[in-house]
């Protein structure tokens, strides 16, 4: 297996030119999925000054099992795809888009690899929305060791309440080490919905695009 799966991710932009965007939205899709289908999303938020940014997993999948697993099962493709990302805030960066103008966005597998980043590599974000994920790692980990202040960035959690890959409870977690850490979350579980994205959703991710601009 490479030691770095991910390090040469083709990323897909698409939305405003990154030049001339209010802000930029890396976009993180889920297992066994390419950007296309989360840039699906774009029409529906209806931002056009948005600037979309969308890597690529190695083989459609960003690690190889489920985000409950002991995270060694999930190496080296998790550690892998957090340098991934924090190169890309980087790059954003240094072409001159502050970290509080950008919002990261993931969905399933996406999600659950885009909220373990925001607090390995942690900064305060323009906000953080997580559609059907959480942290990884197995039942009773407690994240004792996450003790960064996010200072109010806004983050959004959305995922049904059966969903069969993403138990509500690590949701729950989730918003919990967020809060603790000075996040202002917005946790929303649906009932009996699929392991979609839902309208509701998608106005509240509209919500921390439009504050994220007035930072």
């Given at each position: 297996m490479r030691m770095d799966p991910h390090a040469s991710a083709v990323v897909v932009y698409d939305g405003a030119p990154i030049d001339n965007a209010d802000l930029a939205l890396i976009m993180v899709h889920g297992r066994n999925a390419a950007p296309k289908n989360i840039l699906e999303l774009i029409p529906r938020f209806d931002r056009p000054r948005v600037a979309c940014v969308a890597p690529t997993a190695a083989g459609g999948s960003w690690y190889p099992n489920s985000f409950m697993q002991p995270t060694e099962s999930n190496q080296p493709g998790l550690h892998s795809a957090m340098r991934m990302l924090?190169?890309?805030?980087?790059?954003?960066?240094?072409?001159g888009m502050p970290a509080h103008r950008i919002v990261l966005l993931g969905f399933s597998q996406g999600a659950c690899l885009t909220a373990e980043f925001c607090i390995r590599y942690?900064?305060?974000?323009?906000?953080?929305?997580?559609?059907s994920g959480g942290?990884?790692?197995?039942?009773?980990t407690t994240w004792s060791d996450v003790n960064f202040d996010f200072v109010e960035m806004p983050v959004f959690l959305g995922c049904s309440d059966v969903d069969s890959h993403i138990p509500k409870e690590r949701v729950m977690e989730t918003?919990?080490?967020?809060?603790?850490?000075?996040?202002?979350?917005?946790?929303?579980?649906?009932?009996?919905?699929?392991?979609?994205?839902?309208?509701?959703?998608?106005?509240?991710l509209q919500d921390i695009l439009d504050e994220a601009v007035t930072q």
């Open positions: 924090d190169a890309l805030v980087e790059s954003l960066i240094a072409g942690p900064r305060r974000y323009g906000g953080v929305v997580l559609f942290f990884q790692g197995p039942d009773g918003s919990e080490v967020l809060i603790r850490c000075g996040a202002e979350v917005t946790q929303r579980l649906y009932a009996g919905m699929g392991h979609v994205v839902n309208d509701d959703e998608i106005m509240h």
